[in-house]
């Protein structure tokens, strides 16, 4: 049985600070990593996509990938109230369908 | 379309019932997913589609669900016999060959 685990939360952050949401994947075959935050109520939007070791920067996001140890990372800085949400953390191995964590739900206050 | 339109966006059924439930992808999107999303939890995979097959459908839970694609572009999923552990968010996605996955809003199934 393919996993993907995340710490369920509440992550509670104040407005400014950095949010660390975190994820593990059971497959070691899996080869593309994805973050999908969904605000309630709404469907899950891609925010951040990951295939290869290492950081990916993209504006107040930064998604970090170890394979070793089939460890994923989101860190969001300067976080806003408008990033609390849920974000849900994908693997997609060779089979080509998303593997969904159960999310990790953020909180930012101001 | 602009997006994926899945309707209705609201089902109210009795246990027992039959439940359709629509997905129209993106234009020229040849991959369409059906995802389950409980409260509190994360999507769970149902089905995926590759044009007008299905390439994976182990995530179906039992042989009350089916779903079809027939012209490769509106797909179908179709639940029997509905029971209250079926009430859910049904998400369906598409993609391009290798692209991103883009959700439409969902279906709320309520089974009473």
């Known amino acids: 049985q393919k996993e993907v685990e995340q710490n369920s939360g509440p992550l509670s952050v104040p407005e400014g600070a950095i949010a660390s949401l975190n994820c593990t994947y059971s497959?070691?075959?899996?080869?593309?990593f994805f973050w999908y935050r969904q605000y309630s109520g709404k469907s899950p939007e891609l925010i951040m996509s990951?295939?290869?070791?290492g950081d990916k920067e993209d504006g107040r996001f930064t998604a970090q990938l170890n394979k070793a140890s089939q460890y994923v990372s989101l860190l969001i800085r300067d976080s806003q109230p408008s990033d609390s949400a849920t974000y849900l953390c994908?693997?997609?191995?060779?089979?080509?369908?998303?593997?969904f964590g159960t999310g990790t739900r953020l909180q930012v206050f101001p | 379309g602009a997006g994926v339109s899945q309707t209705p966006s609201n089902k109210v059924t009795e246990k027992g019932k039959y439940v359709e439930l629509r997905c129209d992808p993106i234009?020229?999107?040849?991959?369409l997913y059906w995802y389950r999303q409980s409260l509190g939890q994360g999507p769970e995979f149902l089905i995926y589609?590759?044009?007008?097959?299905?390439?994976?459908d182990s995530g179906l839970p039992n042989d009350r669900f089916f779903a079809v694609r027939p012209e490769g572009s509106v797909s179908t999923l179709k639940i029997q016999r509905t029971e209250r552990g079926d009430s859910a968010v049904y998400l369906c996605?598409?993609?391009?060959?290798?692209?991103?996955?883009?959700f439409g809003e969902g279906s709320r199934l309520t089974v009473l």
């Open positions: 996605a598409s993609s391009s060959l290798g692209g991103e996955l883009f």
């Open positions: 497959d070691r075959v899996s080869q593309s």
């Open positions: 990951i295939y290869s070791n």
């Open positions: 994908a693997v997609n191995d060779n089979t080509d369908k998303l593997i």
């Open positions: 234009s020229g999107h040849t991959a």
């Open positions: 589609f590759q044009g007008t097959g299905a390439a994976d």
